[in-house]
């Protein structure tokens, strides 16, 4: 930044430097002539013409000098009050390093008077430390080159000041250097300003960054886009690209670019400033993204829109989280009505079975415990889904013998969607309630083995599973099917789309489950299985 201070006055104003350096010229050149009528007025001649002559010429000398005197004095007094005017540090420093001219400024700003200033060398002023930083400089100026630069000063007041320095030479008639002005702006206040703009649009620009946001700028008339990285990264360009306002809009997806047309005319129609509006804008890789974009229409002389301007923002994540949302409460919603559907099936089923109220809440009871033991599992997932070991280990552990280690689990990891856990739940319950009343969980030599694998030698791969029975007191076919197994065969073998089949071999039950592993519908983004095999 170049500093010239310039006097109040109208345009053209010499700077303030020029003008001191040409009041001193001209105060130079009065004494000049005034010394030259004197010289002039001392020499007499004997010839009487001459007396006369010389008396004329010192009369004229007088009043030359009278004259020249006053306007040196009136120079000087108005080179003192120009600078005494201006809000700047002024200063003349001769060739000796000593103060001749002080303004008003100045002497406040050190808080001296000019008359314990002038006639003082710097040194004496600046102290020897402060001194020494600025002799390179005061040498410089002193060899006629013009110096800025910046420095601190301590102000009377104690306080450190921001200044910004500059020393302009003066020459005399011959061109010689014979000092030099010394003008000094205090800048602490711009400084401090400038430092407070710096960090709020760092500010500004990490909020931009965080919030993945850009300003934009659409010159309506020329059809022209202002561009900056922020937009670019914004709408999928590269940093340095200069897309126009034709391949952002190509970006819509289809019928944002009509919908956005029509919000605008509504907005200037209703005679509205201010519009917000959020649209689907489709990325180089395909993907599509959210974007919400708010603008001011700003109006010409004419009263016509002349400019919009605005902020953009992403907003894909939102928009994702409020999909969810509604998905979520469909899914809710479906799952209530199933879980309902379910507790009336088992109430209805476990009264065909019961010929009294007292067994009939006992077993019904049990039931829907065991439907929530299940829930449990998916509420500690948050209802994402559960592995098919936890819903089997959910019900049958409690049966196990650390020490003779009658109930085996084995077998690939597998996950189930929230409705498959809870099928697989509610037969592995019926199957673990049997083993427990009849089968080889009734005893204390019983062993139970559960244990799949998947088969991917289908065009479908499947899970198989074997719940087998050993130890435990002889098995005999039952003659009619009961609760356990009709549950199973009809309600949860169709609501796994699976195939189930009992052997009922005398050494004990073996029971097989072979479902399907691909996806078959989506609920909360996730598949009714959503099975994943890990090492």
């Known amino acids: 930044m170049t500093m010239s201070a310039q006097p109040q006055g109208g345009d053209g104003a010499e700077p303030l430097a020029e003008r001191l350096a ?29 007396a006369e002559e010389s008396f004329a010429a010192l009369h004229r000398v007088n009043a030359d000098q009278a004259g020249q005197s006053e306007t040196l004095r009136a120079n000087g007094e108005q080179l003192r009050l120009l600078a005494d005017a201006i809000p700047l540090f002024v200063a003349f420093v001769d060739l000796e390093q000593r103060y001749g001219l002080v303004n008003r400024a100045y002497e406040a700003f050190f808080g001296r008077p000019r008359e314990a200033i002038q006639g003082r060398t710097v040194r004496q002023v600046l102290g020897d430390a402060l001194y020494e930083q600025r002799r390179p400089h005061i040498e410089r100026a002193l060899r006629g080159e013009a110096v800025r630069y910046e420095a601190p000063m301590v102000a009377a007041d104690g306080s450190v000041r921001e200044t910004e320095i500059e020393y302009s030479p003066r020459r005399d008639a011959s061109g010689r250097v014979d000092g030099f002005y010394a003008v000094v ?21 990490l909020s931009i960054d965080a919030g ?32 126009t306002v034709e391949d952002v809009r190509a970006r819509y997806a289809p019928g944002e670019r009509e919908r956005l047309r029509r919000t605008f005319m509504q907005t200037v129609e209703a005679g509205q400033r201010y519009g917000e509006i959020e649209l689907r804008y489709l990325w180089p890789d395909g993907s599509t993204r959210w974007l919400m974009m708010r603008a001011e229409i700003v109006p010409g002389p004419d009263g016509e829109p002349k400019r919009v301007l605005g902020v953009l923002m992403d907003v894909t994540e939102r928009k ?31 009264a065909r079975t019961t010929t009294d109220v007292a067994s009939y809440r006992d077993k019904l009871i049990d039931r829907v415990q065991g439907m929530a033991k299940t829930h449990d599992i998916l509420t500690a997932n948050n209802w994402e889904g559960a592995s098919l070991r936890d819903v089997i280990a959910n019900e049958v552990e409690l049966y196990d013998d650390e020490s003779h280690r009658r109930v085996t689990i084995e077998g690939p990891v597998v996950d189930l969607s929230p409705r498959a856990a809870v099928a697989v739940g509610m037969m592995a319950h019926e199957l673990t309630t049997n083993a427990a009343k009849y089968g080889s969980l009734s005893t204390s030599t019983g062993r139970l083995d559960v244990r799949w694998s998947i088969d991917e030698t289908g065009a479908v791969p499947r899970v198989e599973l074997a719940w087998t029975e050993r130890g435990g007191p002889a098995v005999v076919r039952p ?6 197994s009709t549950l199973i065969q009809r309600g949860l073998a169709r609501e796994l789309e699976a195939e189930v089949a009992f052997v009922y071999a005398p050494e004990g039950l073996v029971f097989s489950l072979s479902m399907p592993l691909p996806p078959r519908e ?9 099975p994943r095999t890990r090492g």
């Open 22 to 50: 040409r009041l001193e010229r001209e105060n130079a050149d009065l004494r000049r002539r005034l010394g030259a009528a004197e010289a002039r007025g001392s020499h007499e001649s004997d010839r009487a013409i001459a």
């Open 185 to 205: 702006a205090d800048v602490t206040e711009r400084r401090r300003a400038e430092r407070t703009l710096r960090q709020s649009e760092a500010r500004l620009r």
């Open 522 to 530: 989506a609920g909360l983004g996730l598949d009714p299985w959503s």
């Open 212 to 243: 993945r946001m850009a300003i934009w700028e659409v010159d309506i008339a020329q059809d022209r886009l202002t561009v900056t990285p922020e937009l670019n990264r914004l709408l999928g360009f590269p940093e340095d690209a200069t897309p």
């Open 320 to 350: 994702r989280g409020e999909e969810r949302q509604h998905l979520l409460l469909h899914e809710i919603a479906h799952r209530v009505k199933n879980t309902l559907a379910t507790v009336l099936a088992l109430a209805t089923l476990t």
């Open 479 to 484: 003659t009619a099917s009961g609760f356990g």
